[in-house]
């Protein structure tokens, strides 16, 4: 089936690709649900009951459309951070205002930097609007600043995206050792930072730059240590005059009003966030205990998620990833070699690590007798 | 505040407007709420209360990202209009649907021909794709197809948009005139009909045509009939082929879950639809007979608002405007000559419209004091 011949002709050249596969569509494809869903890396221990209880209030004026301008979430967003509320832009998600910086940002032909093997949505939004993406390979199982700089500077890059901590792998580097970084990207050039898990980070990992540093622009989410994955609440954190500058292409309508008033309650319940904290880090801990007891290695985490080394190839940690699936378990895995190597695991709830201690010997032996 | 120097060119072309002030930014301009939110075309009546329960239930869920295909909704769609789930790509509301219709099918530089005071979200895609708009007058308070159609020609256009029932004046065409325009659209482009208002039209309003045609795009919504305009669900209905390509583009897990379960139950409500097309027709009725008691005429209308010409110019509706705004009755008027001798009213409660029938004597009064 070819495509229409109006289509315009950078939408035209692009594939019709998704840039990663749903749970509920993989639970399509499989004919059955999963008993442990671990893959998304979601927050399976939910979101504030207080943030549950305003979204319930806010179904009953859901006939009205969400405040334009997220006024409340964005005044009590630049409270929490110090900042103006000129400084920050709330959208549908990072995802959604990833897609709004490159287009602001990246013209056709221009080229974005990033990690082979970081999150597919950011090159999803940089060849959607007709850049180019080039990438440098993890170091030690790290995304690596040096690389990005001196690659950046190399193509003469107009984007930079570096997340920290980092999906997939959960490694991450210190807030002075992105600031030091934020200091060397190249003049024209923006560094794009992702900070969607930096709430399970050790203290000290979220970038010490000024907000007013036209160097960088942060992304934070609802989705993670908030629990609120499905209601796409993002925000962007930078200087007033790039923040500005969304108002030119953003949904201005677009955002949920159950959503708006889950974030605001969410942000709000600061003694949740401290009890989601703990759960992940008993999650990671177990998760590492189980690997050990497989006699696999566990990589550092900063994030609700650990990566398991499978101590052999991309093809043994996708067979994994298989006999896991068939046994129920939903888990993901990087899609760039060396880091293929491993799977990742979200923080799970105790029932959901007891399936994964009880199912994981099984999938291994099965996966190891395939080969 | 200059905008930064790396935007891309594009962006740095546009304006930073938004395509119009929420009621919320109009009461904190204000300083004080509205009585009567009558001017954003949300159905007061609000959602199904299934649909709320339903987004109650799903508020227990929201640590999950929504279904990335939204199958359950697109399926339920598919069964409710008798087309294949193929034939509907559903997205956050008719807005971002629209934005993401505009990249794929009018490159930059290309012409998009719509009526002069039509929706202005379609022009603001249309000018932040790069596009150019062309505009046809309104004729007889309607939009004009075979204006559309001439100018379309004339200039080579590659999308035409029409709303139909249209908004801002609540007129309307057959669903065989719809179809028959549909025929007479140029090869090379593309009919973007939206519908958004056409459950409260009459039987046959709805455009008849195959929704294989590949002349033609419609748009549907559940922020109006179904009172879920926080909630942010629109689909559009087309050839397999078209819909398709959305998936090059699209915002893949940008719908949110309480939303998708809240527009599945909305839509398998029909006695509710039932009822609300009843309160809305009643209210139509009083807005025509309160315009009436104070000498003005209401026009026949197919949406769930009543444009009301005040009997002067564009300033004299302004006026009247302003001064039912100084008395907390929100409403808005058509942007364009010499649609903008007239207000627009949303279909309200009883009491509201209560609360019209006392203050509109007193606004306009004070709005032709002013003259």
Same mark, same amino acid.
């Given at each position: ?43 399976? *221990? ?11 209030? /806010? ?43 490159? %287009?602001?940002? !990246? ?8 990690? @082979? ?20 390979? *993890? %170091? ?6 040096? $690389? ?10 107009? !984007? ?29 050039? @923006? ?9 399970? $980070? ?14 960088? !622009? ?17 925000? /962007? !954190? ?14 201005? *309508? ?33 998760? $590492? ?6 006699? &696999? ?7 609700? *998620? ?17 006999? @896991? ?29 007891? @399936?994964?201690?009880? &199912? ?7 996966? %190891?007798?395939?080969?």
């Amino acid at each position: 089936m070819s495509d229409d011949p109006r289509l315009a002709p950078l939408a035209a050249s692009l594939p019709a690709t998704v840039p990663f596969t749903g749970p509920e569509a993989l639970e399509r494809l499989r004919g059955r649900p999963f008993r442990a869903r671990l893959g998304a890396n979601e927050s399976v *221990f939910g979101p504030s009951p207080k943030a549950i209880a305003a979204m319930e209030a /806010a179904a009953r004026e859901i006939w009205k459309y969400g405040d334009s301008a997220s006024h409340d979430l964005r005044h009590a967003l630049a409270a929490h951070h110090g900042v103006a509320p000129e400084n920050i832009v709330v959208g549908a998600g990072i995802d959604g205002l990833l897609g709004s910086t490159v %287009r602001l940002f !990246l013209a056709p032909g221009e080229v974005a930097v990033s990690s @082979l093997g970081s999150y597919p949505t950011f090159d999803f939004h940089v060849s959607g609007h007709g850049g180019r993406a080039e990438k440098v390979p *993890f %170091r030690d199982d790290r995304e690596d600043p040096e $690389a990005l700089l001196g690659k950046a500077e190399e193509v003469g890059a107009k !984007l930079i995206y570096l997340s920290n901590p980092d999906n997939p792998m959960g490694s991450w580097h210190s807030g002075a050792e992105v600031a030091r970084m934020v200091a060397r990207v190249p003049e024209g050039a @923006l560094l794009i930072l992702d900070e969607a898990y930096v709430e399970f $980070a050790p203290d000290g990992t979220a970038a010490e730059v000024d907000v007013e540093d036209p160097k960088v !622009l942060r992304f934070r989410t609802f989705s993670k240590a908030h629990g609120m994955a499905g209601a796409r609440v993002g925000y /962007a !954190l930078g200087p007033r005059h790039m923040i500005r500058v969304f108002e030119k292409v953003r949904d201005h *309508f677009g955002m949920s009003r159950t959503s708006q008033s889950g974030a605001l309650a969410a942000l709000q319940d600061e003694l949740w966030l401290t009890h989601v904290r703990g759960e992940v880090a008993a999650a990671r801990e177990r998760i $590492a205990a189980i690997a050990a007891e497989n006699g &696999l290695g566990a990589l550092p985490s900063a994030t609700n *998620f650990v990566t398991v080394d499978c101590g052999g190839d991309g093809a043994l940690a996708k067979a994994v990833l298989e006999e @896991l699936a068939a046994r129920d378990i939903f888990v993901r895995m990087p899609f760039a070699a060396p880091q293929n190597r491993c799977i990742r695991i979200t923080a799970g709830r105790p029932e959901e690590m007891d @399936l994964l201690a009880t &199912l994981l010997p099984e999938a291994l032996a099965a996966a %190891r007798a395939r080969g």
